[in-house]
């Protein structure tokens, strides 16, 4: 089956500094690699998400990188707000077209004032 | 439009009771999956559809726990009988059918086993 680590479990940053989340994944059948921010309390949300095909995926503050040769992807933050506190999980399907995602253990990201 | 939609919101029994958590998934999407997340073992696949058929079991815990999909708007994962160690927040998802699509998550229910 899929393995996905992520690091680091805590990232504490300044108010306005970019911060960077990194994954692994062990199937190099995956294709797909989503990010997904929990608020406490609160459910998974999508916030961005890459496929295969493509190297890099921007949506405003957020960027995504995927290297496939390396099995690893990242996720970018610029310019952090407050309201970017939250919980961070990257996630990988197993290859093979199996669809049930395996996470990583969470990023707790801190946004010092 | 409506998100994934699960009952209840929060579950406090006592353990060896019979626990029914219910989702609803978004409409026209055909897969569905069932997730827990626990502090110490963080979010974990126990069991997904597609189409309403069970694809993919193997993350269930043992035999007490037990999921169905009677229908393409409705699914159920029972627990039978309940264990503290069950304690968790069980979370639904939903997508289009595929490897690559989007899973949009319910807001879960914690359940408290006593």
């Known amino acids: 089956g899929e393995n996905v680590e992520q690091h680091p479990s805590t990232l504490s940053v300044q108010e306005g500094d970019s911060a960077v989340i990194k994954c692994t994944y062990s199937?190099?059948?995956?294709?797909?690699f989503p990010w997904y921010k929990q608020e406490l309390g609160k459910r998974p949300q999508l916030i961005i998400d890459?496929?295969?095909?493509?190297g890099e995926k921007k949506d405003q503050r957020i960027a995504v990188t995927l290297n496939k040769t390396a099995k690893h992807f990242s996720l970018h933050i610029t310019e952090t707000q407050p309201e970017d506190s939250a919980v961070y999980f990257c996630a990988a399907p197993p290859g093979g077209g199996a669809d049930g995602l395996t996470f990583g253990k969470g990023t707790h990201l801190i946004i010092q004032p | 439009d409506a998100g994934v939609i699960q009952s209840p919101r929060h579950e406090v029994t006592e353990m060896g009771q019979e626990v029914t958590l219910r989702c609803k998934p978004i409409?026209?999407?055909?897969?569905l999956f069932w997730y827990r997340q626990t502090m110490m073992r963080g979010l974990e696949l126990l069991i997904y559809f597609n189409n309403n058929v069970p694809i993919d079991d193997s993350g269930m815990p043992e035999d007490r726990f037990s999921a169905k999909m009677p229908n393409a708007s409705f699914s159920t994962l029972k627990i039978q009988p309940s264990e503290p160690r069950d304690s968790a927040v069980y979370f639904c998802a939903s997508s289009f059918a595929g490897s690559n699509q989007p899973q949009h998550f319910g807001d879960g229910t914690r359940l408290s086993i006593l």
């Open positions: 890459i496929r295969s095909n493509v």
């Open positions: 199937d190099s059948a995956s294709n797909y």
């Open positions: 409409s026209g999407h055909n897969s």
